[in-house]
């Protein structure tokens, strides 16, 4: 049996989990794999903290070159998170020959070819199944078991924080701050919950997941990125009332060789798959050209769920049969398309008098946008709601109509604009 001496970086959530689940499942990985695996030692930031989980204080360390300079460590898994000093660490374990496994999605997103070319020309390998939706296999499947489609389309909840916040507020009636502070408590949601609300986190994910599918680097810049936070009850309840559920979506479509990226609040037919993905699950459904639709479920996140991906990483890295994107020439990069055709979803607020209505379809009409379907809902007051789903229209016409309409002196806001996605 080869015994294989491995380093972490980083002991929190998620090194706590590989930590427990190398342990616990020590035996039966020997037994399956024919490794044995031996944590070498553990960077961190303070050796000194108390940890949940009890280890042998004399394998922590805080200085990186004690496990990037050590040539009896050759695999290293990095669960540290943020992109510095993380992707200086990873390039010297690359350079000096070590496989790397990570669960960081922000340093595989922003510096994938930096870390691919150094892993190539060592002839190490790069793992990164934990950084898009933790326990959920998609990459290995993506890359291993789907070879034979030409994957045409992404449809993904990628977040769970996003989704827990959204299914509260859906079922439950709760507003977005409360929602966000049960989050928190529960852990599913950052202090500082920026990066999940804003949709930065799902934005990574997608560039991964493009860029795989797609044999095509997916630049994360060129995702169009809105958050949740400008969601409201109202939005949601006239959302159910048209048949629609609200997800944070992260979509990538592959048309005729452009490709249209984009993370943004989406409504989806309540009986699409995707609406019964509820609380912090996660989902993602794609479609290629030969298997037609499929939906990967589970976990995206959590010590355990997210410790298996990294897990099952670390013995495909012992095998070392290593796979390079080879960006620039496996991998080109895309051409994009930023004037996509979806439905859209807009609510108003606009004087409450005579005529308003068939003025502001005057402007859809303009910009050759078509109404689906109108609620118009008259209070007795001296504004109304008033709320437009378009047929398909495309992005640009429906910016265009938006920028009039908001000059109207009978329109009091444009309150909110959804893509509707089938
Ligand atoms: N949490 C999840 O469910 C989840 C799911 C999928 C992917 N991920 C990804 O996994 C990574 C880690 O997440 P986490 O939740 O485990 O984070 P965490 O609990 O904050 O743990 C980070 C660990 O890294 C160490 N660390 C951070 N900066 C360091 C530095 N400059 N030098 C040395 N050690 C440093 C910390 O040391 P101390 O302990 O001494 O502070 C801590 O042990 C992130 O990339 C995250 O995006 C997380």
Redesign the pocket.
Known sequence: MQKIQIGF???????NGVYKILQKHRNEIADKEDYQINIKKI?????N?K?PVETDRSILT?N?DDILNDPEISIVAE????EN??LSYLLKALNNGKSVVT????VIARHWEKLDQAASASGAGLYYE??VC?GIPVIKAIQESLQANRIERIMGIINGTTNYILTKMSENNENFSDALKKAQELGYAEPDPTADVEGFDAAFKLSILSTLCFHKRVHLERILREGITNITLEDISYGKELGYALKLLAIAKDNEGKVEVRVHPTFIPQNHPLSSVRSSFNAVYLKGDCVGDMMFYGR????LP?GSAIVSDILTACKKEHRYMKFGEKTINAVYNDDWQTKYYIRLTVKDQPGVLGEIAGYFGKHGVSIASVIQKGYGNTTAPLIFVTHEASEKSIQQAIAEIRKNPCVISVDNLIRVEE
């Not at 970086?9 to 090194?15: D, H, M, Q, R």
């Not at 995206?300 to 010590?303: W, Y």
């Open positions: 970086l980083g002991f929190g959530n998620i090194g960077l961190v930031r303070d050796i903290k940890r805080d990186p669960f540290m998170g943020g000093p993380a669960a960081n999605k922000e934990a950084s933790g995206g996140a959590g010590d997210t």
